[in-house]
């Protein structure tokens, strides 16, 4: 068999495999799967170069499947490679199995979770972009559907790759015609989709996507101009066979026993040869060293000094103890404070220019090949990229976010510039941690602590400048919290973060002048919240808590502090109720009654009661 | 004087009150507003058609300032025209001022926030929808920034527009090469924006923004090939003072008064002619009667049924009764089920195919133009729209979002596609209404509720069918909740929602065999919750909660009734803690804790306590 004969026998297995996984678990999406095997079997086992026995070989080409519904071909063309067993494919959807109906690193071949469609490609650039960072030989291929390219963020995506001259990313776009409830936007105009792409600074190859010389014909362009590739493949959903091709209502659809049957007689047998001896191998590249110390030696501040500028201070001495240290920006550095790694570190800072979701995308992809990635932007724009920052949690990426200008502490800018809902897009994430300082050292303290914990972290600073709360050489652990004021007599507790810290110690100035003592919290550890301490100094404080905060009412400290101490304490929750609007940041904190007055007259109403 | 004369004399004023303004305030972002000021002269006082005495007329042109860092120049254009005094403009960014620092609908003319960038494009594609729908002679123009078109947003709106051969819109990209933190992707290549928008299927004209016979040129030329019309203009930031042209470190800044005095000393006096008489009248043109009715007549569900299905029974026979009803989709209406609508009214129905930010921004715009979108999508997917549901709350905006496919209980597709953090997306926005409904009955109730509500509304679908426990007619008014079981022996209240209504009417069956009696309270609205209900209920119940709910722990149902039953009940709240995976719904609803099972034990546990 020469080789077009042997992929051509790989596909159909491909195709076989996929049709009967879906049948097995009575659900997935076959038809998509049957419109990439040709374009996965050339991949897989042709232009691909990977070392099976390891996923981390610095020397692979990475793939990632951005149409992840196409899950049961990625694993087909796995089990066929030799790296997970043939009959575990049976196993499709179960519980049991790390084998799901879209991707995810449970599979360790899985280096980001897809099925959030339109993601992938950042991902990939991000990827690439470690790749040609650590010197690696390896290129990045995702593998997008046509339906998926109506996202935005791959447009983003693209505008990155071209910006960062990739020429080791390849987008394999499977041009199936058919999205979920129809046709997509442009059909089968593989014309439009090279318009596009070639706007955006690609260079886009166009080809028969069942035509097995003409795809490899393609991929020997790949990075031949400079410019990243986009191989688009006319293909047809279901292709194979006759009762699936080009039809509409067949996504998202197993097939029942008797069409399978039917199916798999359509397709033919496949020559029965080892497909693993088709994988080729990666040539040999060493893993860049690059060090993981996270003890930087921390500043010392005498002035008020915002969280935000400390936190840019210590991004940078972070990045000179720690060479996996990156830094993403989409165009605030001078906001974040980002802007001194980006002048100390050009070559590992990255601009994302005003594209929130291609920052934390392009950040999964560097994080998910070794990089210790820091975003910054304003915490507000962070939620354009909640859906990244959702799939982040699956791909169990070591990201680290940062949001600056949170609340309405930020001023004048008014409501669009002010992250009010910033705690209850990252306090959800399952395993993100979640930091707040209320000072510069407490902030350095938050970066350190972000820096070594294995996973997500959120760190959110604050626009005014804030007294200095600690002393140099504090340590903020996450799931901690500090005692500010305590003493034997106080009849309530303030458990405060942030900019809000500032004002209840001015409350407690006057709450002391009338002869009341509140103990005082900085809930600096928003997620883990410091349970057990909180409970502890509510209960030695008469179960009279009140919670304030610069955000809105749900899903804050608020709710989380109320959920903790609930049947126990009494809570008052003062935060921002109500639209906020543009005004000086003293006037926004007591118009939304989170100034030390409103905290003071919260703590006298609870402890008349 | 002659009309370019007066229009170069406009620019000269636009130009010195945004330079006033921004310094009387003492910060905003002047330099933005030199470089548009000419396309502003042109575009208020000689291209746009509309009444300065009614922002409602119907023969209005739109213009949205997507760039609305920008709004010193906007407020100044509205007091040039005569509808807002030009002493008031002293009063930027005042907390007693409606001219914020970025426009909000709390100046009237003002029909949608911005400050978000690249959120515009979307706006106005549905205003210029909306147009088209009600027969209005008025077109809609997007103002728009350079930095900002690295926005996927702005790409998924560019194809909307395209794929609805809006001939009616025209996007002004004031193109002045600088970003906040240096130079755009692109600085002046115009022509790079000019391959971009051309390959999205646009007409794009380059031209001198700074040359007013150029440009009014350009905009004669506006809708003339059929197409949407981008017209591009090459402007220098800062334009018009020599100390700020052109310059970085400008962005965001307002000039020292002494600065003041020189710059506008440099652009020299401006001609004293009232500009009031340069603006256009819009043609007559009568705003349609949609009629507003909600009470459709309610489906008789005897079955099971999914709430996902009711609720698109429920948008069709809405649409029966209600002109103004429209819906709007993101590739998903044959799994929302808002395809019945698609059928019966095609003309009053959109799809923005996988791109739902768009979805989202084309709803604000028809919204704004008096119409009532209803947009759907998996519930997982509107984390992608999360930044322009933010938004929407600051344009007040009169929109309507469904989720479908909640929770672990879609199954084996898998977490990518669980909406498990979507209550924390929408339990903060301010004004939103959260309805959950748990059976057909009450999902036909929720879009009732939702339909008559003023405002932003959410409301939670589920993929499985399921029981129905309601009459016919039941209402189910906003901030309402129902005991679904209740008896005078009742040792615990369990709160659920949706699906885990089912588990929790299980879970007591289970418990009065072992002659435990429980309390029952389908929380259908989440938010505003029914607190007082919920308090008197819990007292009733021993104050001991068990609150259920298929959504990650914060944010949700749980940490809600935490925060208002606390101090007083003790609190058992069980959710989805760990990352899920693809399993059977069942199965999943067991292994996150949150079946009849688990239910079951936890009460037992509390009433032991």
């Not at 077009?4 to 097995?24: C, D, G, N, P, V």
């Not at 935005?152 to 999205?179: F, H, M, P």
């Not at 590992?348 to 594209?355: G, P, V």
């Amino acid at each position: 068999m020469n080789k077009i004969e042997k992929l051509e026998a790989i596909a159909k297995r491909l195709r076989i495999h996929s049709l009967r996984m879906t049948t097995r678990a009575g659900s997935g999406h076959p038809t998509t799967c049957l419109s990439m095997a040709d374009l996965a079997a050339c991949l897989f086992f042709d232009e691909l170069r990977y070392n099976t026995r390891d996923p981390e070989d610095w020397g692979n080409d990475e793939l990632v499947l951005s149409k992840g519904h196409a899950a049961p071909i990625l694993w087909a063309a796995y089990a066929e490679a030799g790296i997970i067993p043939v009959e575990s494919l049976m196993d499709l959807r179960k519980l049991t199995s790390e084998l799901e109906g879209h991707p995810t690193p449970r599979m360790r071949w899985v280096k980001a979770a897809t099925g959030s469609l339109g993601q992938g490609l950042s991902v990939g650039v991000g990827m690439a972009l470690a790749q040609r960072l650590g010197k690696s030989p390896g290129r990045t291929f995702v593998v997008m559907g046509d339906g998926e390219c109506a996202e935005g963020s791959v447009w983003e995506a693209a505008n990155a790759a071209s910006q960062y001259r990739l020429k080791n990313i390849c987008a394999v776009v499977d041009i199936n015609r058919l999205g979920q409830s129809g046709a997509t936007m442009h059909g089968h105009d593989t014309a439009a989709y090279a318009r596009k792409f070639r706007a955006f600074g690609w260079d886009a190859l166009v080809v028969d996507g069942h035509r097995i010389p003409k795809i490899l014909e393609a991929f020997r362009k790949i990075g031949k101009t400079g410019k990243p590739t986009a191989v688009l493949a006319r293909t047809v959903k279901g292709k194979g066979v006759s009762f699936l091709e080009d039809r509409d209502g067949w996504h998202g659809k197993a097939l029942k026993e008797d069409e399978l049957a039917k199916a798999i007689e359509e397709i033919g047998p496949a020559a029965g040869f080892d497909a693993r001896a088709c994988v080729r191998k990666p040539r040999a590249a060493a893993r860049p060293k690059l060090g993981m110390r996270t003890d930087f030696k921390r500043t010392p501040y005498t002035e008020k000094t915002a969280t935000r500028l400390a936190y840019g201070n210590a991004l940078l001495k972070l990045g000179k103890v720690n060479g996996a240290v990156l830094a993403v920006d989409g165009d605030v550095k001078n906001s974040t404070y980002a802007d001194r790694f980006f002048e100390a570190f050009p070559e590992r800072s990255f601009q994302s220019y005003i594209a929130e979701q291609n920052m934390v995308g392009m950040g999964i992809g560097l994080a998910a090949k070794g990089y210790l990635p820091f975003m910054a932007t304003f915490a507000a724009f962070l939620s354009r990229a909640h859906d990244q920052i959702r799939m982040a949690a699956y791909s169990q990426s070591n990201i680290k976010l940062c949001g600056s200008h949170v609340g309405v502490s930020i001023g004048e800018d008014g409501p669009s510039q002010m992250g009010l809902e910033d705690l209850a897009i990252f306090r959800p994430i399952p395993g993100c941690v979640v930091l707040y300082p209320s000072d510069p050292v407490s902030a350095e303290g938050c970066v350190r602590a972000a820096a070594g914990h294995t996973g997500m972290a959120y760190i959110r600073t604050t626009r005014p400048a804030t007294a200095v709360l600690y002393p140099l050489d504090e340590e903020f652990p996450i799931g901690g919290c500090k005692i500010l004021r305590k003493s034997e007599g106080d009849r309530a507790l303030i458990v405060a973060a942030g900019i809000t810290v500032h004002e209840a110690l001015k409350a407690r100035e006057e709450l002391l002048a009338e002869g009341i003592e509140v103990r005082i919290i900085d809930a600096y550890s928003v997620m883990p919240l410091a349970a057990e301490t909180l409970r502890k100094e509510s209960a030695e404080s008469g179960n009279k808590v009140v919670v304030v905060e610069d955000h809105y009412p749900a899903g804050g400290l608020g709710e989380a502090v109320a959920a903790e101490v609930a049947g126990t304490a009494a809570v008052r929750h003062l935060c921002v109720r109500d639209l906020p609007r543009s005004g000086k940041p003293a006037e926004l904190l007591d118009m939304c009654g989170i100034s030390a007055g409103h905290i003071a007259a919260a703590v006298r109403e609870l402890v008349r009661e």
